[in-house]
């Protein structure tokens, strides 16, 4: 199932939005400030997906041994409908050019693939193995619950 657009705004219902998107950015970043605009209009885009803007320097304390060197750097997750933790898998994590069409074809791309692909599309490689077991990766979803 692919994720369509929309023109409304997101769903107020988050335990049956599937996708979770964060950024993590920080506000003294010139790239961030003028990327943001356009990340909270593909919320409106997708809103069968929760987007959410992490700074990351208000919450450095929760995010542990995560280093964010550039930005943007997003957190892609796809969550079983109806659950809001636990079967959970993270489909991307790391940096992005900050040109939103990048993001929304990877959001169409992941949204192509079934809740049963996903699993084995975060196991393709070592580097995604590695994001399902990192706890502070994994954790940023419930920093944003």
């Given at each position: 199932?692919?994720?369509?657009?929309?023109?409304?705004?997101?769903?107020?219902?988050?335990?049956?939005e599937?996708?979770?998107?964060?950024?993590?950015?920080?506000?003294?970043?010139?790239?961030?400030?003028?990327?943001?605009?356009?990340?909270?209009?593909?919320?409106?885009?997708?809103?069968?997906?929760?987007?959410?803007?992490?700074?990351?320097?208000?919450?450095?304390?929760?995010?542990?041994?995560?280093?964010?060197?550039?930005?943007?750097?997003?957190?892609?997750?796809?969550?079983?409908?109806?659950?809001?933790?636990?079967?959970?898998?993270?489909?991307?994590?790391?940096?992005?050019?900050?040109?939103?069409?990048?993001?929304?074809r990877?959001?169409?791309?992941?949204?192509?693939?079934?809740?049963?692909?996903?699993?084995?599309?975060?196991?393709?490689?070592?580097?995604?193995?590695?994001w399902?077991?990192d706890?502070?990766?994994?954790?940023?979803?419930?920093?944003?619950?």
């Amino acid at each position: 199932m692919s994720l369509p657009r929309q023109a409304s705004a997101p769903s107020e219902n988050q335990a049956s939005e599937e996708f979770l998107v964060i950024c993590l950015c920080a506000e003294w970043c010139t790239t961030c400030r003028e990327y943001r605009p356009g990340f909270n209009e593909l919320a409106r885009e997708f809103p069968q997906a929760r987007f959410c803007w992490l700074d990351i320097e208000e919450r450095a304390d929760d995010l542990g041994d995560l280093d964010i060197e550039n930005f943007p750097t997003l957190f892609i997750q796809r969550r079983s409908v109806g659950s809001r933790e636990g079967n959970a898998t993270v489909l991307f994590y790391g940096t992005m050019p900050p040109q939103l069409g990048h993001l929304r074809r990877m959001i169409e791309s992941l949204g192509a693939q079934s809740p049963e692909e996903n699993p084995d599309f975060a196991q393709l490689s070592p580097e995604r193995q590695g994001w399902q077991r990192d706890p502070d990766i994994s954790r940023l979803g419930d920093l944003v619950a």
